[in-house]
């Protein structure tokens, strides 16, 4: 990494000199080790206890899902299940995938086109109004669609927009915007001044300043609010599920709970279509892993 | 340096255990740079020309946040005081006939009452739960990153997909949580007891569930307070012959602090905001006997069509939400070092 590198980390694992020292100058005693393995091979089960039963159950027929006397683990493997949820009566899921992805991206881009110059020029100058700005945004953070619901509601019907996925994507672009401006704001804050003047030194513009020296430096915030936006869009529900009526345009968060209380649900194609909602977030979050505090935390907790 | 207005309870230096890359010298310099930070210094403008000049950089993030969050909120207020057709016609101002409405519902105190219950005890078992996670996950073990990776998955799994695996697992007969617990022998017959159907069982597993998806967050916010720990500190009360329930009581937890305030304040309004979890364990329940505030909300407006009185509680939603932020702002102080 470069010299000038941001280490605006919220969770910095021990550095590899202090790794070392616990294992070596502490001596943990065998007993306690074995002790915390087995403590924290239960956490893991338990967290992931809910995933597994999610994906065992993608895998029965309906049959066995909804048998009287059902079974842990699968007796076959129905992988056709994951070919046949997508027509399915109660929803159409192929749609519902296709909103949840284009709301998720276009809200994400959104987010990223306003919060980027705005976390860069709140970090590198002062100007009146600045500290109102900042302070806007960490309001918004604390604000969520839900308990504005209603109001939202009437404003895009007024605005014709009720029902569109450009509203879900102007909603869940306003609400997530503080987490990426806050995050990158520490980044752009973390590169010193004197990079930037040596390239203006050297006649570079703002815009070139920023695109070609400060934009590499601070790209793992940028990824990190990528991320963190795109997954939050992708699991919106209180919002969409008032706005988007049209089953065709709702998110697939919306679209799953018209299996619940039905006479005889097909669990296994909401699982099927849960498990491929989940898995590409959750490797997702995974690769931000250690930034995730940070930009929700407003910095707040080191 | 900005260090000097630093007014956390966790000591300067205490920072990061990784060490800045290139350092810019000097003692403090060892911590991380907080939003409005240090390294890249702020270069002072004045009067409105520098205003106008912020304009275009901050101006598109100030559209969204009027016109999309503040604005609406103007809108919920202006339409609890009117009178709206199902159909969306405004009939015109009511005065506070909505607010009655909503006040003199005879579940309304009910439900305040068990929106307090939602939140304070989701609020307390996160936190308690989450303090020894974050003490285990602190601890070197082999495998640890695995099972920190494990604990992020409920915070990224969508809450709804989350929670309908739990409400199918309650489901009497093929339910399989429903299974396990008549084979650990804790229920007795495969009909359960109607877990997802009467109101009280069917909010006391929402509240599990609440707790197992707050778990994430708070463990790691937890965490990262742990790491900003000093070593010294820990060793120097090793030495004084604490022992180790002492050594958290006494050094740990109030160092802890600032990190607990800040989980409980954001879980505090995430879980006063939740949705997703009762309308999946409850929401097929006829009747008012396990709703919060905010469910209430959603079946104004969806099933029963007034928007009117929706807003009227969602006003009253949104004060309480503005009083937490408030406490937030003051305790957290989020905005001392921009």
Known sequence: MAVTAPAFETIAPPAASARKRRYTEDQVPLGKMIWRMVAGFLVLAVFVLPYVIMFFGSVKTKAQIRSVDPTYFPQEWHWENYINMWSTPETPLPQNLISTIIISVFATLLVLLVSLPAAYYTARFKFPGRMVFLFLVIVTQMLQPAVLTSGLFRQFVALELIDTWAAMIFINAAFNLSFAVWIMHSFFAGIPKEVDEAAQIDGAGRLRVLFTISLPLVWPGIVTAIVFTFVACWNEFAASLVILSTAGNQPLSVALTKFVGQYETSWQYVFGVSIVAIVPVVILFMLIEKRLVGGLTAGSVK | ?338
Not at chain 2, 106 to 126: L, S
Not at chain 2, 317 to 336: H, N, T
Request: aromatic fraction near 10%; proline fraction near 7%.
């Open chain 2, 1 to 338: 340096m900005s260090t000097t207005s630093e007014t956390s309870s966790i000591p300067a230096g205490a920072a990061t255990g990784r060490p800045r890359p290139g350092g810019q010298g000097g003692q403090g310099n060892s911590r991380r740079p907080r939003p409005g930070g240090t390294a890249g210094e702020v270069k002072p403008r004045r009067g409105g020309r520098e205003l106008l000049g912020a304009l275009p950089w901050i101006g598109p993030a100030l559209i969204l946040i009027f016109g999309v969050v503040l604005f609406p909120a103007v809108v919920m207020f202006f339409n609890s005081t009117r009178d709206i057709s199902i159909s969306g016609l405004d009939k015109g101002s009511v005065g506070f006939d909505n607010y009655i409405e909503v006040f003199s519902f005879p579940y309304f105190w009910p439900i305040f009452g068990r929106t307090i219950v939602w939140v304070v005890v989701v609020v307390v078992a996160t936190v308690l739960i989450s303090l020894a996670l974050a003490q285990l996950l602190n601890k070197a073990f082999p495998g640890r990153r695995i099972v920190r990776l494990a604990v992020i998955i409920p915070w990224a799994a969508s809450v709804v997909m989350t929670t309908m695996v739990v409400y199918y697992g309650l489901e009497p007969y093929f339910g399989i949580i429903n299974k396990f617990l008549v084979d650990i022998g804790l229920i007795a017959t495969p009909e359960g007891y109607g877990w997802t159907r009467n109101p009280e069982t069917a909010f006391a597993w929402s509240i599990v569930v609440a707790v197992f998806v707050s778990l994430p967050f708070t463990t790691y916010t937890i965490l990262a307070g742990l790491q900003t720990m000093p070593g010294e500190v820990l060793e120097a009360a090793k030495m004084d012959g604490a022992g180790p329930v002492r050594t958290y009581w006494g050094v740990v937890l109030p160092q802890l602090r600032s990190a607990i305030s800040v989980a409980v304040l954001i879980n505090i309004i995430n879980v006063f905001n939740s949705l997703p979890i009762l309308k999946v364990m409850t929401g097929s329940i006829p009747g008012y006997d396990a709703d919060t505030i905010m469910t209430m909300i959603f079946k104004y407006i969806q099933n029963q069509h007034k928007v009117d009185v929706a807003s009227a509680l969602s006003v009253v939603a949104f004060l309480i939400v503005i009083v937490i932020v408030a406490i937030y702002v003051r305790v957290v102080k989020p905005m001392k070092e921009v």
